[in-house]
């Protein structure tokens, strides 16, 4: 019996949510390990429909939720959602909800920043949240960040704030954008700390007892590889690793606790903000898929770009990801098409290749190279067993495994919470 590991094999909003809430039936504690409130997760329990952004989705099944350390957070943001889902009925207090008191936090200096850099970046922007995601990992890594337990200690709290707003102040006069008082600063956290310091606690100790007392853990990575600040499509990325081995660093946990690695893919692939994207589709197969798989972001409400299934990049995310085993969502949204096209291979400036190249000039020129196989007419949609497939869809999902090489092993076929098939439970593996 192990513990699991979920994580994004392509750029984000694959349904990570849905299949982490799935599995929580199986988990004791669900913890998020990286990100922020960059992430927006979507999760369908009958009538109710529940949006997360920071909590982890293991609290819509009344488990404990945990924001590790490697989270980025912001505290109004996060007691914002708290009041909406605990308004929807969840039930949010120090008992259900840990974090860790190591835990960076965003700042107004830092959304402001975020905002200031992507304007003055023009053409090259990255197409970020805004939400200061970038900025405060920058200050954790620069040892200039304002941590929760810093907020018990109104001595420490004073210099760091004196240290971070001479930096944040420069750069933010710099491009013109205003700068920001320590009182402002001050005031602002002054109004949350009470609250964000109830539920602050030295997390790692409490994953550690856990672990011994034989619970178990379900890792919620937010974003995916292909947005990972090492392995992504740079400098199209997020400011956080959102592989599956950063789940230990982020939570406070040993490597091995990692367990079985679950990948998320959707049956084709999406993208929201910029950046390269060999299989996009600008005609109305794209325009179709992302109507009926209602494809805007949850956070920023921008349509995501769509296009087919990359098989190379997923195989990719796989490898550098450590994927044992894939959950395939969406598959309904492919229900009717006449022809489906898997990106097996690339051409870039006239030479076949099989792997995603790493500089961005490179990485924008690269054409796709297609396998076009028939679709079905059959509805998966709601599908709840694998025979209640038709064979066409099957040979689909065979087809991604073998180039993939991954098994599958979840389907989805609609975002409701039941509607997934398993064919491998990846707690008993
Ligand atoms: P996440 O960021 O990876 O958690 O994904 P999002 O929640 O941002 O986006 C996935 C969207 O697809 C959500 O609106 C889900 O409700 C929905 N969804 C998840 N799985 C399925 C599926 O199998 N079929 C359909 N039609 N929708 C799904
Ligand atoms: P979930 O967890 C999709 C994208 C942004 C932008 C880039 C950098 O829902 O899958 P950032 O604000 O992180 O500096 O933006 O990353 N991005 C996401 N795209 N899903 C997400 O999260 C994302 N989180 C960040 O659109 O392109
Ligand atoms: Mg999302």
Redesign the pocket.
Known sequence: MSNVTVI?TQW?????????DWLASRADIVVRFQGGHN??????VGEQ?Y?LSLLP?GLVRGKVGVIGNGVVVDPHALMTEIDRVSAQGLVVNPETLWIAESAPLILPVHGALDRAREAARGDHKIGTTGRGIGPAYEDKVARRAIRICDLAEPETLDWKLDELLLHHNTLLAGLGADTFTKEEIKAWLAEIAPRLLSFACPVWDRLDEARRAGRRILFEG???VMLDVDHGTYPYVTSSNTIAAVAASGAGVGPSSIGFVLG?A??YTTRVGEGPFPTELHDDIGRTIGE????F??VTGRSRRCGWFDAVMVRRACRVGGVSGIAL?????LDGLDEISICTGYELDGEKINFFPSAPGAQARVRPVYETMPGWQETT?GARSWAELPAQAIKYVRRIEELIEAPVTL?????ERD??ILMRDPFED
């Open positions: 994004g984000g909003d694959e349904g990570k949510g849905k299949i982490v992430a927006g997760h979507t999760l369908v429909v949006k989705s937010a974003q995916a998320i959707k049956a009926r798989g209602h494809e972001g949850t969502t969406k598959l309904d949204i949609a389907l989805s076929t609609s975002p509607d997934t």
